[in-house]
């Protein structure tokens, strides 16, 4: 998945934050899908909530080293493990 | 049967429900405890019902939800100007319409449209609009539907929810063979109160008298080769515990009360992650592992 992708995915979903953690609810027609609720960690959530329209895998590792301390290649890790999850989650089941 | 009267009242988890109609209303048995003959207070739902379905009861602007499985569609939601239209579809015969209904914007307001009965009368809350009825109640109030099981000890409910086989039989089994009263096995409504919040039973197929008991714990459970149990907390026990409440989760408000519902109701009412050997050691198990746990 590109990280661009997530944006769009924002709209599918109702979010709520508990703690420093992420809770995602798909808006779905289909009763099937009720069950599929998400919890994101903090660093997915900071992942999450800061996608834009425009922002780059680049982007997001700065973002990441700034905010909590890391370096790039775990930033990186980070990221990749987090797009590779979603994919699982929201792509490949919807 | 039993029932059968042109206005009826009834209480379930204290919400008043009214139906009224030109004809005969029926109820199936499981409801026929929660009527009251006397309510003088304002109905939190009235349901005008109507004998037959009229080709063209509502306009559907978008289908927005489906209720179905692989085999079998149960009902569907249009959305229809500012209100909500439901088709539901006969339980047994799949391919036909069993009623048609409209729910208003405050979700107060139904019209209910039920082909005529064997006796020319009409059973507006027959399976599944029954059901539906409720939980769009709980839509418009302070509490949730869920699917689950509750036994009360006299001072604590007890909460036990999963997946389909996962056990909520059972451990009313276990329960009830250790003395205490089971709320209902299958379907239940918990709503905040002033000192807490309280858990009710709801209509089911069977008569059973109306029950509430204060929650104390909810249980996440599962079969296991031993009794293991971990208490949940934050998201993950929010998540855990609202994927077993009963949703239609098409609009935005829908989903945003209930996880304000779950979050408040999570963080005053502890929830436990339990495995469990389906025998009498776990009612055991629980007493002597949750203490502390209980508020």
């Not at chain 2, 004809?23 to 006397?38: A, C, D, H, M, T």
Request: net charge negative; proline share 3%.
């Amino acid at each position: 998945m590109e990280i661009q992708t997530l944006y769009q995915l924002k709209s599918k979903f109702v979010a709520r934050e508990v703690g420093n953690e992420l809770i995602l609810v798909p808006l779905t027609g289909n009763v099937a899908q009720m069950s599929e609720l998400f919890t994101l960690n903090e660093t997915a959530k900071f992942i999450w909530e800061n996608s834009t329209e425009k922002t780059t895998v680049e982007d997001m590792e700065n973002a990441l080293t700034e905010t909590f301390a890391i370096d790039r290649e775990t930033a990186r890790k980070d990221i990749e493990n987090f797009l590779r999850q979603m994919e699982i989650m929201f792509i490949k089941k919807g | 049967m039993g029932n059968q009267q042109n206005s009826i009242n009834l209480v379930i988890a204290g919400f008043l429900i009214r139906l009224f109609s030109d004809s005969v209303i029926e109820l199936e048995e499981g409801y026929l405890p929660f009527v009251v003959q006397k309510e003088e207070r304002d109905a939190d739902v009235t349901m005008q019902c109507f004998r037959a379905i009229p080709s063209l009861t509502f306009q559907p602007d978008e289908l927005v939800f489906e209720a179905k499985n692989e085999e079998q569609l149960f009902y569907s939601i249009y959305r229809t100007g500012r209100n909500f239209g439901f088709i539901i579809y006969d339980q047994e015969r799949f391919d036909e319409i069993q009623q048609v209904a409209m729910l208003d914007e405050t979700f107060s307001h139904w019209k209910v449209y039920s082909e005529a009965t064997s006796e020319n009368n009409i059973m507006p809350l027959k399976y599944p609009l029954g059901p539906i009825v409720m939980h769009y109640l709980t839509l418009k109030t302070n509490a949730v539907m869920m699917h689950a099981s509750c036994a009360f000890d006299g001072k604590n409910a007890r909460i036990f929810t999963g997946f389909s086989g996962a056990g909520k039989s059972t451990m009313s089994k276990m329960w009830s063979a250790a003395g205490n009263g089971i709320v209902n096995d299958d379907r239940l409504i918990i709503r905040k109160r002033e000192n807490g919040y309280s858990v009710y039973n709801t209509p089911m197929y069977y008569a059973d008298i109306p029950k509430v008991a204060p929650l104390s714990a909810l249980y996440i459970i599962s079969h296991s080769p031993e009794n293991m149990m971990k208490k949940l907390t934050g998201a993950m026990a929010i998540t855990k515990v609202m994927a077993f409440c009963i949703q239609n989760n098409f609009e935005k408000q829908f989903i945003e009360s209930r996880l304000s519902f779950f979050s408040e109701l999570c963080a005053s009412v502890p929830v436990y992650e339990l495995g469990f050997v389906p025998d009498e050691s776990v009612v055991k198990f629980i007493l002597e592992n949750e203490t502390g746990g209980i508020k």
